[in-house]
């Protein structure tokens, strides 16, 4: 049985984690806000709707770090909390060469295919050119972004939480003060966007990289040569958090091309509308399992049940009440954010039409996040994975196949809360699952 003050100090460990995590994916929210504003403003409805159907492969580059270094720093958590500080620096070396090799391997698999991905993400016609513009900087800026995003998680597993927050906060402000010059200064339109992005991340990478080396190295230059027993394990566990970044970006593809055929250009400026705003309750909803993430791996791994309780009862409220709060904000800013992204009426008025349909979803996606999180945090990497792609490569795919036809374009937004609803209730009994185990 747990005393009050066990309580009150885990509570306090929780909060001392989950705050600053989610104060520096608010700053990405606000960020993402604001890069959406210089390109609307700077370019129109086709400026961003343009970023919008080329942001996956951006995110493509984010889900592979996150992947890599979530993965790591669940195991290292894990070893820490079994004591074991040899396996923790083999399995640091070991993200850390995953994540350099993988990097080189996308940026030049992407400038190989780049015309085709193009067309893939359906940018075609009017589209086409500034859909270019962005893609190319972006994936010159490959390692950059896979190496920053990856390093976060990993130093956050040593306690690093606020030196994370810090160096994603710089790279954050130097984007948006780059978004100025590179597209309001020198009208570079799309180029310009893509460009703040990659310097913005090389800024966070500068700042974390010391972290591992001074003033003591975590790791040997030993640690860092691949091991086939380290690498087996990082993988699996990789495979959800790499999911749960890039999933969200893939329904943004789904959508876009059912928003194309059911709505065409007003549709798809819209929902791109919908998605920078949604990105940041995602955001949010993000930083509480990640600064949560490396608490569950710890108590899991000191087979600690009481502590991994608590834990989880606190990530379910603060999720639930963040994205009860955020979705309310949204509704009753509904008619003020399509103004300030510089959308025309049309645009406008479709925005707070399908808008909703997104906000209804918002409160079940707060609890499908935090048991996600639980389930890879735990190394139940299977379930995890299970609810992370059902969504859009089955349950989605299945609703749009069966709504939109006789809904038309309100089939399309209606198809988001839908699937929403089942992964959570799923997520719920996968999580009751694993705890019996």
Request: with cysteine; aromatic share 12%; net charge positive.
């Amino acid at each position: 049985m747990m005393t009050d003050k066990g309580v009150m100090m885990i509570t306090k460990i929780f909060f001392k984690h989950v705050i600053p995590s989610m104060l520096a994916f608010a700053f990405s929210g606000i960020y993402v806000i604001i890069d959406g504003i210089f390109v609307g403003r700077n370019t129109g409805d086709i400026g961003l709707a343009a970023v919008n159907i080329n942001y996956p492969i951006a995110a493509l580059m984010q889900a592979l770090g996150t992947g890599i270094g979530m993965a790591g720093g669940i195991w290292i958590s894990i070893k820490r909390g079994q004591k074991k500080s040899n396996e923790e620096s083999s399995f640091l070396g070991n993200s850390l060469f995953l994540l350099l090799i993988s990097a080189l391997v996308l940026m030049v698999s992407l400038l190989l295919t780049y015309p085709y991905v193009l067309t893939i993400l359906g940018a075609k016609g009017e589209l086409l050119k500034p859909s270019e513009d962005y893609l190319k900087i972006i994936i010159y800026g490959t390692i950059f972004q896979v190496l920053a995003t990856g390093f976060i998680p990993l130093v956050r597993n040593y306690n690093g939480v606020i030196l994370a927050m810090i160096a994603m906060i710089a790279g954050l402000i130097t984007n948006t003060v780059l978004d100025y010059v590179f597209i309001v200064l020198f009208p570079w339109g799309t180029a310009g966007a893509a460009a703040a992005t990659v310097i913005g991340q090389a800024m966070t990478l500068i700042l974390l990289l010391p972290f591992f080396f001074l003033p003591k190295p975590l790791l040997s230059w030993q640690d860092l040569i691949p091991q086939w027993q380290i690498t087996k394990q990082i993988l699996p566990v990789a495979r959800s958090p790499f999911g749960m970044t890039l999933i969200p970006n893939l329904i943004v593809i789904i959508l876009n091309k059912s928003a194309i055929y059911y709505g065409e250009i007003v549709a798809v400026s819209a929902y791109a509308i919908i998605s920078y705003v949604i990105y940041i309750v995602q955001l949010f909803l993000q930083g509480i399992g990640d600064g949560a993430q490396p608490l569950i791996s710890r108590y899991y791994g000191a087979e600690n049940k009481v502590a991994l309780r608590k834990i989880r009862f606190l990530s379910y409220s603060m999720s639930f009440f963040v994205g009860l709060l955020s979705a309310l904000a949204l509704y009753f800013s509904r008619k003020q954010l399509p103004i300030l992204f510089g959308s025309s009426p049309k645009v406008a008025l479709m925005y707070e039409q399908a808008l909703i349909y997104f906000l209804i979803g918002i409160l079940f996606v707060s609890i499908l996040r935090v048991c996600i999180s639980y389930l890879y945090a735990v190394n139940q990497s299977f379930s995890a994975s299970l609810l992370i792609y059902g969504e859009p490569v089955l349950l989605m795919s299945l609703i749009l196949f069966l709504l939109p036809p006789f809904l038309g374009l309100n089939g399309v937004w209606l198809s988001v809360p839908v699937s929403e609803l089942i992964m959570m209730f799923l997520s719920l009994f996968y999580v009751k699952k694993a705890i019996k185990k």
